[in-house]
C-alpha cells in the first residue's frame, strides 16, 4: 500500500472549517483514499473514503487532487468533539487490502 | 452500521498470565478480523490478520506463538497473550472487514491490557 504523509499537528478554532492535508504521491489508480480518526483511548473511526471524485458525507468532505497525489479532509465546523488524531490510508478496496496506519495528524479544537 | 465489539474494555493480570481478548461483529459476519496493537502516543501496528476457519496471518516481527488468534466463527475472533509480560501491556484493537459493504473496516472500541 501507498504510503501517505501528513503534518503531525493542527490547530483549529471551533466552529470554523478543518482542512487536514494528506500527501499519496505515489498512489496507484486501484487504490483508494481513507479517512478514520481516533479519540483518546478509543477505537478509530471511519469518517469518509474516495477514489477519485470529490466525496461528502455527514462527517466531513473529502477533496481529492485531479492527479490523485494529494487529499483534503475537511470538517466543515469543528466542535470541541472532533479533537482526535486523524488517519488518512491508501488501500486497495478489495478482500486483501489492508489498512496500514501511519502517524496522523493530531487536530486540536480550540473554543 | 457496522457494529464491533471486544472484551474486555481492561485487563490486569500478573507477569506470566494468559489472557484472552475477544473481537465480536454483532450486525454483520466477518470472515476477516485484524488485530492491531497501539502503544502510548504511537499508531496502531498491525498484528496480524485472521481468518475464519483458517490460520491467522501475522506481520513481520509478530510472534505466532505468543499471541494466538483463534477465528472460530463468522462474528468471532480471539486474541490470547501467552505469558504476558509488562512489555506486553498496550492497547489492543479489533477490526472486521464487512465483504458486503465494498469490503470496509470496521473497530473495535480496544482493550487495555496492563500486566504487572
Known amino acids: 500500500d501507498a504510503k501517505t504523509t501528513q503534518p503531525t499537528s493542527m490547530d483549529c478554532a471551533e466552529g470554523r472549517a478543518a482542512n487536514l492535508p494528506c500527501n499519496h504521491s505515489t498512489i496507484s489508480g486501484n487504490e483508494y483514499v481513507y479517512w478514520y480518526r481516533q479519540i483518546h483511548s478509543q477505537g478509530p473511526q471511519y469518517i469518509i473514503h474516495?477514489?477519485?471524485n470529490n466525496e461528502t458525507n455527514e462527517m466531513a468532505s473529502l477533496i481529492i487532487t485531479e492527479d490523485r497525489k494529494s487529499s483534503t479532509l475537511i470538517l466543515p465546523h469543528a466542535t470541541l468533539r472532533d479533537t482526535a488524531v486523524y488517519y488518512c490510508?491508501?488501500?486497495?478496496?478489495?478482500?486483501?487490502?489492508?489498512?496500514?496506519f501511519g502517524q496522523g495528524t493530531t487536530l486540536q479544537v480550540k473554543p | 452500521g457496522a457494529v464491533v465489539s471486544q472484551h474486555p474494555s481492561r485487563v490486569i493480570c500478573k507477569s506470566g498470565t494468559s489472557v484472552k481478548i475477544e473481537c465480536r461483529s454483532l450486525?454483520?459476519?466477518?470472515?476477516?478480523m485484524f488485530w492491531y496493537r497501539q502503544f502510548p502516543k504511537q499508531s496502531l501496528m498491525l498484528m496480524a490478520t485472521s481468518n475464519e476457519g483458517s490460520k491467522a496471518t501475522y506481520e513481520q516481527g509478530v510472534e505466532k506463538d505468543k499471541f494466538l488468534i483463534n477465528h472460530a466463527s463468522l462474528t468471532l475472533s480471539t486474541l490470547t497473550v501467552t505469558s504476558a509480560h509488562p512489555e506486553d501491556s498496550s492497547f489492543y484493537i479489533c477490526?472486521?472487514?464487512?465483504?458486503?459493504?465494498?469490503?470496509?473496516?470496521?473497530f473495535g472500541p480496544g482493550t487495555r491490557l496492563t500486566v504487572l
Open positions: 474516495g477514489l477519485k
Open positions: 477490526s472486521a472487514r464487512q465483504t458486503d459493504r465494498g469490503n470496509e473496516q470496521f
Open positions: 490510508i491508501v488501500r486497495v478496496r478489495s478482500n486483501t487490502g489492508k489498512l496500514i
Open positions: 450486525d454483520f459476519q466477518a470472515t476477516t
